[in-house]
T-cell receptor, first 115, second 110 residues
Framework: GAGVSQTPSNKVTEKGKYVELRCDPI?????LYWYRQSLGQGPEFLIY????????DSGLPNDRFFAVRPEGSVSTLKIQRTERGDSAVYLC?????????????FGNGTRLTVT | QQQVKQSPQSLIVQKGGISIINCAYE??????FPWYQQFPGKGPALLIA?????SEKKEGRFTISFNKSAKQFSLHIMDSQPGDSATYFC?????????FGTGTRLTIIP
């Protein structure tokens, strides 16, 4: 079946602009995660949804970052007033249940470049 | 604070050899330790995982060894193949939140 889909695959924006990154999880997966991966680093946790609600948003770096999942399926990560330091690959993952041993299935990410 | 330390940063192994990647953690509350494999331009994919009450887990050519007292765990890839060339990440989780290591770029040479 289809895996986790992320769009766009690449996004170039100017400093100060607003961007939205979209994630379509695997059908039936209740848990959805956003991670950020900087060059040469491991993914860094941003936020976790269980259903429609953000169960843990402790990884969001500041209030310029916000994510929603209004119907418990598709999620959008929103970044306001982008900065050059926001440049990274933003990864979305979903899992069947959100239990600790429920495997995370990652998308291929959106590469964000802020110029 | 880097809670999961991974070494080496890069590794070159001859085809058929054993690849070994090591990780150490600090937080004893971690309760699940997966390894992920990532190819260029792709998202990480789960390879194998272990719980802290088990000292070793083997799946095919991949083995995790876990030392709870030392707070260390390692990935062993037996009979390494060119197709294993990728970046490997160890990780540790508390409930649903994964903390990843910095990655090891593995290259298998003929």
């Amino acid at each position: 079946g289809a895996g986790v889909s992320q769009t766009p695959s690449n996004k170039v924006t100017e400093k100060g602009k607003y961007v939205e990154l979209r994630c379509d999880p695997i059908s039936g997966h209740t848990a959805l995660y956003w991670y950020r991966q900087s060059l040469g680093q491991g993914p860094e946790f941003l936020i976790y949804f269980q259903g429609t609600g953000a169960a843990d948003d402790s990884g969001l770096p500041n209030d310029r970052f916000f994510a929603v999942r209004p119907e418990g399926s598709v999620s959008t990560l929103k970044i306001q007033r982008t900065e050059r330091g926001d440049s990274a690959v933003y990864l979305c993952a979903s899992s069947l249940s959100g239990q600790y041993n429920s495997p995370l299935h990652f998308g291929n990410g959106t590469r964000l470049t802020v110029t | 604070q880097q809670q999961v330390k991974q070494s080496p940063q890069s590794l070159i192994v001859q085809k058929g050899g054993i690849s070994i990647i090591n990780c150490a953690y600090e937080n004893t509350a971690f309760d699940y330790f997966p390894w992920y494999q990532q190819f260029p331009g792709k998202g990480p994919a789960l390879l194998i995982a272990i719980r802290p009450d088990v000292s070793e887990k083997k799946e095919g050519r991949f083995t995790i060894s876990f030392n709870k007292s030392a707070k260390q765990f390692s990935l062993h890839i037996m009979d390494s193949q060119p197709g294993d060339s990728a970046t490997y990440f160890c990780a540790a989780s508390i409930r649903e939140k994964l903390t990843f290591g910095t990655g090891t770029r593995l290259t298998i040479i003929p």
